[in-house]
C-alpha cells in the first residue's frame, strides 16, 4: 500500500536561513509527488509536483524539492528562508496505478525573524 | 474567478443529527475528493469521484455519505453513524489529466456539541 511519512512534527529556522522540510514515500508503481502548504483554517495550497524527468523540482514563492528515487525521498527546500513561510506543509503521493492522493501528517515550519 | 466552494465554513451540530457540507467547483474538473483533517493526523481521504454518477470509497469512508448527480457540485453528508464527526472537512477537485494537482476549497470546520 502507498504511503508517505514526514518525519518531523515540526522544523525551525532562523529567517535567512536555508530549510528543509522531509518526506518519504512508498508506492507500488511510478510515484507521482506533491507540496502543498496550509496556512491557519485555510484551504490547501500546492507548490509543486515530481512526475518525471528532472530531479529537482522548481516550484512556487521560490520552494524547490528534489527526488531521489534510491532513497524514496523528495524533500522540500529553500535557500532562504522567510517569517511569511511559517505554515504547515503536506507531502502527498498519487500511486500511478490509481486516483487516490495520499497524504503526510504534515509538518509545522516555524521562521524566527 | 473559477474555485471550488465550500459552505458552510463553520457549522454546529447536535449528536444525533445528519449534516450536509457543500461543495461545489466551476473549473470544469471531472474529478472530486473529499478528506478530513485531525490534528497530527494528516488528510484522510473519505470519499472520491472521477465522474458523474459515479463514486468510490476511501479510507475513512464509514459514517459518511455522498453523491454525484452533477459534474459541479459533490455534497458530503455526515451521518449519525460516524462516531467522531468533529473535524475539519476539506473537498478538492482535479482537472482531466491525472498527474494533475488537486485545487481545494477552504474547508468547513463541524464541531458536535
Known amino acids: 500500500a502507498q504511503s508517505v511519512a514526514q518525519p518531523e512534527d515540526q522544523v525551525n529556522v532562523a529567517e535567512g536561513n536555508p530549510l528543509t522540510v522531509k518526506c518519504t514515500y512508498s508506492?507500488?508503481?511510478?510515484?507521482?509527488l506533491f507540496w502543498y502548504v496550509q496556512y491557519p483554517n485555510r484551504g490547501l495550497q500546492f507548490l509543486l509536483k515530481?512526475?518525471?524527468?528532472?530531479?529537482l523540482v522548481k516550484g512556487s514563492y521560490g520552494f524547490e524539492a528534489e527526488f531521489n528515487k534510491s532513497q524514496t525521498s523528495f524533500h522540500l527546500k529553500k535557500p532562504s528562508a522567510l517569517v511569511s513561510d511559517s505554515a504547515l506543509y503536506f507531502c502527498a503521493v498519487r500511486d500511478g496505478n490509481t486516483d487516490k492522493l495520499i497524504f503526510g501528517t504534515g509538518t509545522r515550519l516555524q521562521v524566527f525573524p | 474567478d473559477g474555485g471550488i466552494t465550500q459552505s458552510p465554513k463553520y457549522l454546529f451540530r447536535k449528536e444525533g443529527q445528519n449534516v450536509t457540507l457543500s461543495c461545489e467547483q466551476n473549473l470544469n474538473h471531472d474529478a472530486m475528493y473529499w478528506y478530513r483533517q485531525d490534528p497530527g493526523q494528516g488528510l484522510r481521504l473519505i470519499y472520491y469521484s472521477q465522474i458523474v454518477n459515479d463514486f468510490q470509497k476511501g479510507d475513512i469512508a464509514e459514517g459518511y455519505s455522498v453523491s454525484r448527480e452533477k459534474k459541479e457540485s459533490f455534497p458530503l453528508t455526515v451521518t449519525s453513524a460516524q462516531k467522531n464527526p468533529t473535524a475539519f472537512y476539506l473537498c478538492a477537485s482535479r482537472g482531466q489529466v491525472i498527474t494533475g494537482e488537486l485545487f481545494f476549497g477552504e474547508g468547513s470546520r463541524l464541531t458536535v456539541l
Open positions: 515530481y512526475i518525471t524527468g528532472d530531479n
Open positions: 508506492v507500488s508503481g511510478n510515484p507521482y
